[in-house]
């Protein structure tokens, strides 16, 4: 099993702080298949 915890990812612009993940748990089970996708706008313009 693979377990993620307490993930966390905020975006500066400017003035502006966007938390885009507020602490999020996942557990994935063993054999599961998972896929994280994006927006593509978000990839070019936010990529850290």
Request: hydrophobic share 40%; charged share 35%; glycine share 4%.
């Amino acid at each position: 099993m693979l377990e993620l915890k307490n993930i966390k990812k905020t975006y500066i612009t400017g003035d502006e702080k966007v938390e885009a993940l507020k602490g999020i748990n996942l557990k994935f089970r063993e054999s599961e298949f998972v896929s994280i996708l994006r927006s593509k706008w978000l990839w070019k313009n936010h990529l850290t």
